[in-house]
């Protein structure tokens, strides 16, 4: 077991606690999903998503410039000894000590980016590709922190890993609609607005009529395909993650049966699942994630550059 030693010095005790403070106000989800891991694997994980987090909140400033986001591409690339943003110091040891491929690192701060630039997306393809680079790359980064399957390989888990991204960013982009539109932006691509006869102006009017229902309704199928074909990779996975990242996955898919109860007002409400229902429906998901079926043939990855 690969050992996070710094996180015993005071310094990085601090830290730590700073970025489990994060991970409970942001995502209680993920939060609850990673107790299910072993100790260093469950420090380590949440320092790469406090990491996400923070390279995320960087553009959802009024004033964010794409300076800021090469500011922090280059803090990002300090030693360990230079680090002192608490985020940083912990990810820089994590990374070094888990050696995880730094292309997904960069590629994930390519994709905050895209929000500087981009309030629509004209296409499905278009929404993939920034879905890979800010959720996929989430993915492929944990790998080697929580482990592989002792017959496994990264080239096993990598199209699994890339697919469950995508559902994962889908679920995000259905649930928070309204809150996206705050910041001028819709992620719904434009071909899929006039495939159900809406367009922008609708979406921003808020209007929640048969159309939109429809058009959240296969959104939300085209996020369950998704999920059904990436969870068997769960199976590449060492045996002391599966749990958590079926839990993490599973629980993030309930988002989906929560929207179609608000019968898709996502405007006024922001779908999640309470404390209690996580814990209900926990048993049940770890029978799911025991009895995942055995990958056969390897998804189709989204995009052909990867």
Known sequence: MKMLTKFTT?????????VEKVIRRHSKTFFF?????????????RALYAFCRATDDLVDRTEATTQDVENWRA????????????NLLLWTQVRQCYRVNRRYENELIDGVSFDLTRKTYATWDALVQYCYHVASTVGLLSIPIVGLAPSATMSDALPYAVNLGIALQ?????????EDLQRDRIYLPLEDLRSFDLTPTDIRKQL???RFRALMRFQIKRAEYLYEISLPGIRYLASSARQAVGVAALLYRAILDEIVKLDFDVFKHR????????????PGILRQVRNMPMPGEPPVIPLSYI
């Open 10 to 18: 005071t310094e990085f005790r601090v830290a730590k606690k700073e």
């Open 33 to 45: 999903a990673t107790g299910l891991l072993p100790v260093q694997s469950r420090q380590a994980i």
């Open 75 to 86: 803090k990002t690339d300090l030693p360990l000894s230079q680090q002192t943003d608490p």
């Open 170 to 178: 889908l679920t995000n982009i259905l649930r928070d609609v309204g």
């Open 208 to 210: 929640v009529d048969d």
């Open 271 to 282: 779908a999640h699942t309470t404390f209690w229902q996580k814990v209900s429906m926990l």
